[in-house]
C-alpha cells in the first residue's frame, strides 16, 4: 500500500514537471516581423559558397552566374526530392546584376548571362513549384561591386515585387556610417512589406553592427525574417567550428529571440562539396537542426554525391530543424572535447547532439545522464530514444534515472530524438 501511495505521488510529480515543461516551453518569443513568412526557417539552395562571383560564362559556361545555372538547380530541385523534403527558394547572390542602373534608375540583370531577365528566371522557377531569392546591398555598392541600393530601397522592392521575386537577400558592404545600416535596414523592410508581395527578407544586419556595437536583435527581428550574425562559411571544418564556436559563446544574446518569423543565420550548409569529411558534414546538419538555422545548400546538385544528398534530405533531422515549437537549441555543456547541445521540440521531446571536437585519436565514448537534459524535463518519467545520425537506429526505452553511453568519431556528431511515451 505504501509502496503504491509513493508510486501515485511520484506521478503526481513528474505529471506536474511535464505541465511546467509544457507552459516553458510554450512561452513565445519576441515580436516578430509580421509578414507571415519563415514560420520555420526557410530552406532551399543559394549560390554563392559554391560558385561565388564567376562572370566568365566563355570559359566557364557551366559553373558562372548565369540563368542556365539556376535553371538547371531548379530542374533539379523539382526532379532529384529536394523540393519534396522541403527546399523550395532557389536564391541568387552577388553577380547577378549590370553594373549600371537601367535609363529608370531600376536595377538590371546582365543581359548576356540572363537574357530573359530575372522575371523569365522567376517564371520559370515558380513553374517548377519552387521560389526564387534574389540579392543586393544596403549599402552604395554590393560586396562584389555592383550598384548598391543606398537611396533606392522603394524602387528596389518594387523592382523585386514586379519580377515575382520570393526572398531578398540584403548584404551589408558599402555603408558609410552604422546609422545609415541601421535606417537602410529598415527602410528596406518597409519597402518591401508595402509591395503587397510576400518577400523573405534575409538580413546581414547584425554582421555588419558588431564592430561598432552590439545588436539590439528585437529590433532586428521586427524586421528581418532571418539574420546573419557572423562570418561568411567557407567549405572547411576551420569555418563550421567557428560558426559553433561563435553561436555558442553568443547564445544568451541571440537563442531567445529565434522563433516562428525570424531565425538566426549561421550561413549555407557546404555539404556536397570539397572540405568537409564525412563526420564533419553530419557535425554540420545535426547542428543546423539544433540551432533552427536556414537551410540553404550551396552545392552543385548536378554533381553530389549520393552519401550527401541522403545527409541533406534525411527527413527526422529536417523534421528537427523545422519543428513547429520553433525554439532554437543552445549548447549544455563542453566537458573534455565533447560538446553536448540540446533543443526543446514539439510534443515534449528533445534534441540531443554530441559533438567530438577532439582531433586525434579515434571513436570515443561519451556517457551522459539522462537526468541532465532538458532541464530534467526530457526524459520524465520515460521516453523513447532514436539515433538519427550518423545513421538511424532505435536505441529503446530509457528512463529519467538511467545513462546512455554514445560512442562519437573525431570531428562527428551523434544526433539523437528523445520522444516522450
Ligand atoms: C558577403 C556575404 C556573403 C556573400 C558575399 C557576396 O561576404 O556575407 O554571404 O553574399 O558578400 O559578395
Same mark, same amino acid.
Given at each position: +500500500?505504501?509502496?503504491?501511495?509513493?508510486? /501515485?505521488?511520484?506521478? !503526481?510529480?513528474?505529471?506536474?514537471?511535464?505541465?511546467l515543461a509544457v507552459v516553458l516551453w510554450s512561452f513565445p518569443g519576441a515580436r516578430a516581423l509580421d509578414n507571415g513568412l519563415a514560420i520555420t526557417p526557410t530552406m532551399g539552395w543559394l549560390h554563392w559558397e559554391r560558385f561565388m562571383c564567376n562572370l566568365d560564362c566563355q570559359e566557364e559556361p557551366d559553373s558562372c552566374i548565369s540563368e542556365k545555372l539556376f535553371m538547371q538547380m531548379a530542374e533539379l530541385m523539382e526532379s532529384d526530392g529536394w523540393k519534396d523534403v522541403g527546399y523550395e527558394y532557389l536564391c541568387i547572390d552577388d553577380c547577378w546584376m549590370a553594373p549600371e542602373r537601367d535609363s529608370n534608375g531600376r536595377l538590371q540583370a546582365d543581359p548576356k548571362r540572363f537574357p530573359s531577365g530575372i522575371r523569365g528566371l522567376a517564371d520559370y522557377v515558380h513553374s517548377k513549384g519552387l521560389k526564387l531569392g534574389i540579392y543586393a546591398d544596403v549599402g552604395n555598392k554590393t560586396c562584389a561591386g555592383f550598384p548598391g541600393s543606398?537611396?533606392?530601397?522603394?524602387? #528596389?522592392?518594387?523592382?523585386?515585387? #514586379? $519580377?515575382? /521575386?520570393?526572398?531578398?537577400?540584403?548584404?551589408?558592404?558599402?555603408?558609410?556610417? /552604422?546609422?545609415?545600416?541601421?535606417?537602410?535596414?529598415?527602410? +528596406?523592410?518597409?519597402?518591401?512589406?508595402?509591395?503587397?508581395?510576400?518577400?523573405v527578407y534575409s538580413c546581414e544586419w547584425p554582421l555588419y553592427m558588431w564592430p561598432f556595437r552590439k545588436p539590439n536583435y528585437t529590433e532586428i527581428r521586427q524586421y528581418c525574417n532571418h539574420w546573419r550574425n557572423f562570418e561568411d562559411v567557407y567549405d572547411s571544418w576551420q569555418s563550421v567550428k567557428?560558426?559553433?564556436? $561563435?553561436?555558442?559563446?553568443?547564445?544568451?544574446r541571440i537563442v531567445?529571440?529565434? !522563433?516562428?518569423?525570424? $531565425?538566426? #543565420?549561421?550561413? +549555407?550548409?557546404?555539404?556536397?562539396?570539397?572540405?568537409?569529411?564525412?563526420?564533419?558534414? /553530419?557535425?554540420?546538419m545535426a547542428l543546423w537542426a539544433i540551432m533552427a538555422a536556414p537551410l540553404l545548400m550551396s552545392n552543385d546538385l548536378r554533381h553530389i554525391s549520393p552519401q550527401a544528398k541522403a545527409l541533406l534530405q534525411d527527413k527526422d533531422v529536417i523534421a528537427i530543424n523545422q519543428d513547429p515549437l520553433g525554439k532554437q537549441g543552445y549548447r549544455l555543456r563542453k566537458e573534455d572535447n565533447i560538446e553536448v547541445w540540446e533543443r526543446p521540440l514539439s510534443d515534449l521531446a528533445w534534441a540531443v547532439a554530441m559533438v567530438n571536437l577532439q582531433e586525434i585519436g579515434g571513436p570515443r565514448f561519451h556517457t551522459i545522464s539522462i537526468a541532465s537534459l532538458g532541464q530534467g524535463l526530457a526524459c520524465i518519467p520515460d521516453c523513447m530514444i532514436t539515433q538519427l545520425l550518423p545513421e538511424k537506429k532505435k536505441l529503446g526505452f530509457y528512463q529519467w534515472t538511467s545513462d546512455l553511453k554514445t560512442k562519437i568519431n573525431p570531428t562527428g556528431t551523434v544526433l539523437l530524438r528523445l520522444a516522450a511515451t
Open positions: +500500500m505504501m509502496k503504491l501511495k509513493s508510486r /501515485v505521488q511520484q506521478q !503526481g510529480f513528474l505529471l506536474a514537471l511535464r505541465f543606398f537611396g533606392h530601397y522603394d524602387i #528596389d522592392a518594387k523592382t523585386f515585387a #514586379d $519580377w515575382g /521575386v520570393d526572398l531578398l537577400k540584403f548584404d551589408g558592404c558599402y555603408c558609410d556610417s /552604422v546609422e545609415h545600416l541601421e535606417k537602410g535596414y529598415k527602410r +528596406m523592410s518597409l519597402a518591401l512589406n508595402r509591395t503587397g508581395r510576400s518577400i567557428s560558426i559553433l564556436a $561563435w553561436t555558442s559563446s553568443n547564445q544568451k531567445d529571440v529565434a !522563433g516562428p518569423g525570424g $531565425w538566426n #543565420d549561421p550561413d +549555407m550548409l557546404v555539404i556536397g562539396n570539397f572540405g568537409l569529411s564525412w563526420d564533419q558534414q /553530419v557535425t554540420q
